[in-house]
């Protein structure tokens, strides 16, 4: 009788430990499952960012335009920019204008495109064609060049130049007549002597 209790304690000690070892084995498989799961989604959390940042850089990219400045400018040469830039913007970047650029020639506020090529005048070339008999350009033109002309004194020079800075460039020769105190009369006695 002593015998067979101590058999079957020793067969119930050997079923606890086979127990305890499949428990073993079991959770070692489960956990192990668990960290690939873990990994494979982290992994996949990853990838996705990777295709996001991927994409966003593709569409910053996509979004910068190539523009090329020359003429009066401290460093003329190709620059990289936002595709809704603007002249002036690009100007700083090129150092901006020399002492000899024309900026009243120009829009400095246009939107820039991309391949475009923009010079800005020069203040020399402009006045090099200016002769005796040469007309003078209402658009470009500064104000003591203004009252060179006949009929056109300081006040309206000035005005002239106000109308340019506030509404843009002159269409035609006629539409000088939209400048506060230059009526018809006047602008029959400058017609010959301007243009736009």
């Given at each position: ?56 850089n593709f569409n910053q990219k ?29 100007l700083k970047k090129a150092g ?101």
């Amino acid at each position: 009788m002593y015998q067979s209790r101590r058999d079957n304690l020793l067969i119930v000690v050997l079923i606890i430990i086979i127990l305890l070892a499949a428990g073993n084995i079991f959770y070692q498989r489960f956990n192990s499952e668990q960290d690939e799961i873990k990994v494979q989604a982290k992994t996949q959390v990853n990838s996705n960012h990777e295709i996001e940042n991927k994409k966003s850089n593709f569409n910053q990219k996509k979004e910068e335009i190539v523009v090329h400045l020359g003429g009066e400018v401290l460093k003329p040469g190709v620059y990289y920019c936002a595709a809704d830039s603007r002249l002036y913007k690009i100007l700083k970047k090129a150092g901006g204008p020399t002492n000899k650029a024309d900026l009243n020639a120009i829009n400095l506020a246009i939107k820039v495109r991309d391949g475009q090529k923009i010079i800005i005048p020069s203040l020399t070339k402009s006045n090099s064609s200016q002769g005796p008999n040469a007309k003078i350009n209402i658009n470009t033109a500064k104000q003591s060049q203004l009252e060179e002309i006949n009929g056109v004194g300081p006040a309206t020079a000035k005005k002239i130049i106000n109308y340019r800075q506030d509404n843009g460039r002159f269409k035609s020769i006629d539409s000088l007549t939209e400048v506060s105190g230059i009526g018809p009369k006047t602008l029959e006695k400058v017609k010959e002597k301007i243009t736009y």
